[in-house]
Structures are given as C-alpha cells and as structure tokens.
C-alpha cells in the first residue's frame, strides 16, 4: 500500500502530467469521442487511474489469496494451474436420438461437461403431444417427455465420468429425478452423480417467463430438491441462480449482480424458514451470469460478485462452513450480442467475452456458436465454439497466473465501484420487502427496461456501434447453413410417446401421481414421490399436471 506521502506525490505528478502533457494534446487533438462509458452500465470511465483511486483498500481483507476469504481472487488456491474450467457447449435439439449424437461428438472433441438444453414445451411442463406443444417440439432444445427420453440422451455415456448441466427450471425436480433414474439404472452410485440444474424460478418470473407455478409453490419445491439432493445427491449443484437471463433482458452489469444475488439471498431464505441449516444445503449452490464485450467491466463484475456472496453468507446467513461463502459460477457468452450480420464477427464477440469469463475466474464456461442469432448452431459452428476455449486454455498464457488483473488500478477500482451499486440496490430491495416482493410488484423488471432502453436508442441513434449493424456494413452477406427442425421430427416424437404409453402399466402411473398430489397437498417432501412417478415413466406433463393440480398455475396478471 502506499503511504499519504506516496500519494501526495503522485497526486502532485498527475497535476504536473495533466498540464504540462495531457492538456497540450487535448487543445490539438481532443478526443474520439465526448465521454467514454461501460458496456452496459454507462459508467463514466476515467482517462486514467493511479493508486489515488484504490488508496482505501485494504489488500488483504478487499482482495486477499484464492481460496480463502473474501474469495476477490478466486474461490481455489490454484484455480487453473490444478484444474482448467469445465467446457461445456451448449446443446440439445430436435429429438433424444439426435441429441445423444451430438453430446457424443462434443466428447469426442474434447469437452470436458456437458449441457443440455430443452425445448419450450419441456420448459413449460408439457408433453409433446399437448396441443400447447404444437410447432415447438424439438425447435429450442431436445424433447424430454419420460424417462425414455433421458435414457436415450444419456446411451452410451457413463453418469459417473461427466458433468451434467441442465437449463431447466420450472421442471427441474422432473428432470434431476430422471437424470437420477438413469444413474440408477446405470449402476451409477447417486453420490457419484455431478452437474447443475438451473432451478432458478425467480429470474423466469423476472426475464424469461417459462414458469408453472406460483412463487409460493415453486419456493416450495426447490427448497424439497435442497433437503433432498444434499443427502442423496451431495455432489450435484441443486440451483444455478441465474443473472444470465436477467442481463440478457438488457441489465446493467451491476444490476446483474444485485438482482442475481437478491434471488440467491431468497432462496436461502426459504430455505432456512423451511428448516434447513445453511451449511447442510448452501455449498451446492452455484450462479451463472453472461459475459459480456467490455472485458474490464465484466472481469470486475465476476470479482465483486465472490466478494459480496462471501460477505452475505456469514453476516447475513451466519454461515460457518468456507464452501458456503464460495460463489462458483458458471458463464456463458453473451446471445443478446450475437448479430444475424456478418455472423463470422461473432467468433472475434464469443473470443473475447471467453477472455473476460476466463480472467474473471469462471469454473466452467459455454461458448456460443457464431450462427446462434439465425438458428441452433450447427455441428461446424459448435466445434469452432469449443476450439475457442480450448485455444485460450493451452495457447493464450490467460490460465497461467491466478487472477492476473488483480492490481489494476482500474479494474481494482471498478470492482469496488460496482459492489458498492449492487449493494446500494440489494439494500432498496431488502427495503421493499424482499426480491419476491419486488418482482411481484414489477420493480426489478422496470430498472432492466429502463437500462435497456436506453442502451436501445443509444444504438438507434449511433451513439453506440455495433460493428456491422449500425457502423461498418457489409452490402451482402454470404449464405450459411443452418440447423433445423422439421414437422417430420415432431411426428416422430409424438409416436415414440405415444409407444411408451402403451407399454406402462397404467396403475403404477395412476398410484405414483396420486402418491405425488398428496405430498405437494401436505408437507412431505416431493422429490422421492417424482422419482418414483418418473421410473414408472409417467411423462413431464402428467407428473407437472398432478402439481398443477394442488398448486394452481401462476399468472401475473390476477
């Protein structure tokens, strides 16, 4: 650190610099432009940062070492230099079949986790021969209507020698109980079993609207997937509390962290008035956020976001165990910044929001594929995503050293900055009664569209370039191949349903749903009851239905 006289003289050298150097310059050749802000935030940044700017901080209780509190550098002691981040490309489309194919291409390949998406029937609870599913089967991830399904994703791929990451959420206790039902048949101990569901309600009520349930309800059952995971699947991460969707809704980087960590906040709540200990159920709680272009700010962001979660879970929380306060994230790049224009500029977008996940300290990281504006990505585009990571592992130095911007002055000081915003808003959320009572009464999405909109019209109006969109056009554009999926595949789907229905034994479905609706209508725990509904192949829709059945359907508008 440096002393007041350290700093009264590079105080009095800036002044000297800023006359006698600075000023000249300004007078000839002003600048490019009037001021400079942060990608989202509009944050004014400064031409230039000293020690001046982190003269406050205190090294070892604001940054410290990885692996020990407050966690600023990392949450391991070795973070890359024992273990890279896992690589997982996300994907998932048209049918189980295809799907399998594609994950068994991606291992191949060298990814080292996987990720799995779901189409929005799936999403919504629905079975593909719902009339709500018409048109959508297959198009948006993988169709999951039972436990055959899963079977089908998972041949030929040991449970117990991959990770698995699942973006799913209103359903997730039916998908965790099938991923479960297929280690079980596997042979795969549950303790054995590692991955992620997303499980994370709050932001659909917030940012994406692919919800069932009630927020009361919907509580309910995650904090029952908690009780239930941390003694029978103690190595799978029971919730991915998601800033994601909520940046991708058009937040800024501080209003990311603040609404994603104000859910996890909730979400440790119910869980805790529910009866659990925080140590018991917390250190399988991971996050996931976006990463965005201005590497610096997102960098900065993911550094104050380990920081405050340390912070929140033992003041706020009394935790007591060090993996309790450990905030592990996963990233993803940024979708909303993918253009349909000269799509080959999104390797060069998805190449640098990979840098700023990497040097921010990720544990794991999906690359999106350069067409994901047009359609899912093709098997090419898929590979050139995973190659991107690849490269920066083994050729780029970024995982050498741990943390290797810590010190910055700017980044050190914009790490402060945006902790300080994100608690400003998670205190004016504790004021108004809590993040569930803020969505509820639509406070949390105004702030995102209010910054959203703004970042719009700074767009339209040029004050903001977008290469390729509204500076730099291109007059045309080559072709490319997209992926797609028929009404052909949809038909099919419906008959291999239809096939599993057929060969159940109709009783164990109708005795598992009944045994189901009357351990949502009491206090037992649901997820035992889903597992065995799932193993007597009841689909996503009838076991969704059943609950629907004694929890109702949420909707905003009543």
């Known amino acids: 650190m440096f002393d007041e006289d350290d700093l009264q003289r590079i105080r009095a050298e800036r002044e000297e610099w800023e006359a006698e150097t600075l000023a000249p310059t300004l007078d000839r050749f002003g600048e490019r432009r009037e001021s400079f802000t942060t ?19 205190d090294y070892v209780a604001d940054v410290g070492f990885p692996g020990e ?109 099938m991923y479960i039902a297929v280690g079980d048949r596997q042979g795969v101990p549950r303790e054995e079993l590692r991955g ?24 309910r059952i995650i904090t029952d997937i ?33 609404f994603t960590l104000a859910d996890g906040v909730e979400y440790v709540e119910a869980a805790v008035d529910a009866g659990l200990d925080v140590d018991d159920f917390a250190p399988q709680l991971s996050f996931f956020f976006a990463s965005y272009n201005n590497i610096l700010e997102e960098v900065a962001k993911f550094r104050a976001a380990r920081r405050m979660w340390a912070t929140i879970m033992e003041e706020r929380f009394g935790a007591e165990d060090p993996k309790s306060k450990q905030l592990k994230f996963h990233t993803q790049t940024a979708g909303s910044t993918l253009t349909a224009q000269q799509i080959e500029n999104n390797v060069v977008r998805v190449a640098y929001q990979a840098l700023a996940a990497v040097l921010g300290g990720t544990q794991s ?33 970024a995982a ?25 808003l998670l205190g004016e959320i504790d004021e108004r009664g809590g993040m569930r009572r803020a969505i509820e009464e639509q406070w949390v999405q105004r702030q995102i569209q209010d910054v959203a909109f703004e970042r719009q019209r700074e767009i339209d109006e040029g004050e903001r370039i977008i290469v390729g969109v ?28 239809a096939a599993v229905r057929e060969d159940r034994d109709e009783e164990e479905v109708a005795a598992a749903l009944d045994a189901l609706r009357n351990a949502a209508a009491g206090d037992e725990n649901v997820m035992p009851r889903i597992v065995d509904a799932v193993k007597a192949y009841a689909t996503t829709g009838e076991i969704c239905d059943a609950m629907r059945d004694v929890f109702g359907e949420y909707n905003p508008g009543l």
């Open 400 to 424: 050498d050293t741990i943390d290797p911007l810590a010190g910055s002055y700017y980044v050190e000081t914009l790490t402060d900055e945006l902790e300080a915003e994100a608690f400003d």
């Open 69 to 177: 509190e407050p966690y600023t550098r990392g949450v391991y002691p070795t973070m890359y230099r024992g273990r890279l981040w896992t690589m997982r490309q996300y994907a998932g489309f048209g049918t189980a079949e295809e799907t399998n194919e594609r994950f068994h291409y991606l291992l191949d390949q060298g990814q080292t986790g996987l990720s799995m998406a779901f189409d929005l029937p799936t999403q919504m609870g629905y079975d593909s021969d719902d009339a709500m599913a018409a048109g959508e089967v297959g198009k948006s991830g993988v169709a999951i209507d039972s436990l055959h399904d899963m079977e089908t994703v998972f041949d030929g791929i040991p449970l117990d020698e991959v990770s698995t990451s699942m973006t799913i959420n209103a359903p997730a206790s039916v998908l965790l109980a």
């Open 39 to 57: 990608d989202t935030d509009g944050r004014e940044v400064d031409p230039l940062y000293t020690p001046e700017d982190v003269a406050e901080q």
């Open 470 to 497: 509204n500076a730099f056009e291109a007059d045309e554009e080559p072709e490319e191949d997209i992926e797609e999926v028929d009404e052909e595949d949809e038909r099919r789907q419906r008959e291999r349903l």
């Open 226 to 258: 908690f009780e239930f995971c941390a003694e029978e699947v103690p190595s799978f991460n029971t919730i991915s509390i998601s800033g994601y969707h909520i940046r991708e809704a058009g937040s800024s980087a501080a209003q990311e962290i603040a």
């Open 196 to 219: 992620t569901i997303q499980n994370d309600v709050l932001k659909e009520y917030i940012a994406r609207n692919t919800y069932i349930y009630p927020p009361g309800p919907s509580m």
């Open 365 to 397: 990281l999906h690359t999106n594929g350069k067409d994901e504006a047009l359609s899912l990505p093709t098997e090419k585009s898929v590979r050139t995503a995973l190659r991107t990571q690849q490269i920066l592992a083994h050729e780029s130095g």
